[in-house]
Each structure stands twice: as C-alpha cells, then as structure tokens.
C-alpha cells in the first residue's frame, strides 16, 4: 500500500509540473478545498487521499482521474499495454483465444489499419477484453502473453529513429 501512495503522489506531482504550478498556486486554485501543506503531504506519499478529492485535484489540474490512475497501476502492478503479434494469435486457447482474436479484429477496423502484423492494445482495450471474458487485467496479460510479440532489436532502433 505504501508503494501505491508513493506512486500517487508521484503522479499529482507530474501533473502540477507539467502545468508549471507551484503548490500554493494549485492550492489558491482550489478556493480554500486545499492547502499547500495537504497537497505536499499527497505529493510525498504520506497523506492518504481520497477517491473524491484525487478526482477533484485532476480537475484541477486538467487531467483525466483514469488515465492517471492507469499510470499509477501500471507503475506499481507492472501491467503495460501488450503488443500482439497477430500471426500467434492461433496459441491462444478457447474460449479466450476466439474472443480476443475478434475483440482484436473489431479493434483494427475502429483504427482503420487492417493491415498490420502487430497491435498494442491500450490500457482501456485491456480492461474492456478482460471484463467481456470474465476476467481481470492480470489474468487478461497472462492468456495474451504467448501471443506477444518480444522487443528485438530492430524494434528498438526503428522507436530510436522516429
């Protein structure tokens, strides 16, 4: 628990530098909902916050609350977005490996690029797919792992040169 704390303040406080705010700006910004001192305290991981007030706080900060959750999870839980490579999709076993082959389709079509041999599906796919096949994101990243594709070299230096 204290690592997820961690990791929530982490996050607040990346949201405040990204929008160039001090403490006691984001604080006057509030109207009197929050101190300088409560916010440092979140910031640092040593003051529990509330699902209402981090929502509140996003507002503020002009963040979305579920994307920076999804920041903070995969942090602490280490669940990324999975890379699919679409030839190993045949690995995957009944009944999850038919329902993620089609959620998958349908989500190429949505993209408009069907031609691909890979897909990333992002973190609001995952939790979608996990929740039609009665399972949770974990249990989701287990049964597409042997359709995911590893990152070889040439990945990484083709994401150099972009």
Do not use: W
Not at 16 to 35: I, Q
Not at 121 to 147: C, F, P
């Amino acid at each position: 628990m204290e690592q997820l704390a961690l990791e929530i303040g982490r996050a607040i406080r990346r949201a405040r530098l990204d929008r160039g705010m001090t403490l006691k700006e984001l604080a006057d910004s509030s109207a009197g909902r929050f101190r300088p001192t409560s916010l440092a305290g979140y910031e640092r991981g040593e003051r529990t916050i509330s699902v209402v007030r981090f929502c509140e706080l996003c507002r503020l900060l002009d963040v979305p609350p579920g994307r920076l959750l999804q920041e903070i999870t995969r942090t602490v839980y280490g669940h990324g977005e999975p890379k699919i490579d679409l030839t190993k999709l045949e690995v995957l076993h009944e009944p999850e490996g038919e329902l993620i082959a089609g959620f998958i389709k349908q989500v190429l079509v949505q993209r408009a690029d069907p031609d691909v041999e890979t897909i990333v599906l992002r973190a609001g796919d995952v939790e979608v797919l996990a929740s039609v096949a009665g399972t949770t994101a974990a249990e989701l990243h287990e049964i597409v792992g042997s359709a995911q594709r590893s990152v070889s070299e040439s990945d990484l230096a083709s994401a150099d040169g972009e």
